[in-house]
């Protein structure tokens, strides 16, 4: 968690980890039964966490964007919002 703090504060440092990273796959792959080893990973965990988040069918998807587009429909608020953590606001 630590070490993900850092990476958003320091772009180099993120750019240096995702180089590492994609070495690392790209050493994977070239290794004897690495590519069915990325494929397999893929399929298990990149695959399901996708259609989780997406939708399994089409049909979704257009029902999950409908339903949103609804909600997000009208006037922006520009009034000020109630402050949650304290007592009412004095004018």
Do not use: C, K
């Amino acid at each position: 968690l630590q070490q993900s703090v850092q990476l958003m504060a320091n772009p180099s440092l993120m750019r240096e980890m995702t180089r590492n990273a994609d070495r690392a796959i790209g050493q994977l792959d070239a290794m004897p039964g690495g590519h069915s080893a990325l494929v397999q990973a893929h399929q298990e965990f990149a695959d399901p966490l996708y259609q989780a988040l997406s939708g399994s069918a089409g049909q979704q998807i257009t029902e999950n964007m409908t339903a949103y587009s609804q909600q997000t429909e009208g006037n922006p608020n520009t009034s000020a919002l109630p402050n949650p953590w304290g007592g009412p606001a004095t004018p």
